[in-house]
């Protein structure tokens, strides 16, 4: 493993995911976010189901980060239940990987 995962959030509104996602890159906890500011999300909630915009960012950060920024998600993010999913990166081209982990802190 390269220690690295993909965090992926998603929220309603772009420029709120946009934003947070700033706020995560200054803080370290994240080198960086790739975000789709138009994603259609279909999901059941309260016994409904939904078919809504949202945006969606794919975080690059250290796997040792990733309770650090679901904490930040659960206390910033405007929905009940944020979606925050890490998945766990296998390889990659080894000078970005040490950037990622270069622009993170260590816990």
């Given at each position: 493993?390269?220690?690295?995962?993909?965090?992926?959030?998603?929220?309603?509104?772009?420029?709120?995911?946009?934003?947070?996602?700033?706020?995560?890159?200054?803080?370290?906890?994240?080198?960086?976010?790739?975000?789709?500011?138009?994603?259609?999300?279909?999901?059941?909630?309260?016994?409904?189901?939904?078919?809504?915009?949202?945006?969606?960012?794919?975080?690059?950060?250290?796997?040792?980060?990733v309770?650090?920024?679901?904490?930040r998600?659960?206390?910033?993010?405007?929905?009940?239940?944020?979606?925050?999913?890490?998945?766990?990166?296998?390889a990659?081209?080894?000078?970005?990987?040490?950037?990622?982990?270069?622009?993170?802190?260590?816990?």
């Amino acid at each position: 493993m390269t220690g690295v995962v993909e965090v992926v959030i998603t929220a309603a509104d772009a420029s709120w995911l946009a934003e947070f996602t700033r706020r995560l890159v200054d803080d370290r906890l994240a080198a960086c976010g790739q975000q789709v500011s138009a994603i259609r999300s279909i999901y059941r909630w309260d016994g409904e189901v939904h078919d809504d915009p949202e945006a969606r960012v794919a975080l690059h950060t250290r796997a040792s980060l990733v309770d650090r920024i679901v904490e930040r998600a659960n206390a910033e993010h405007p929905y009940d239940v944020p979606c925050v999913l890490a998945l766990p990166v296998a390889a990659g081209n080894p000078a970005y990987l040490e950037w990622v982990l270069s622009e993170t802190t260590e816990t």
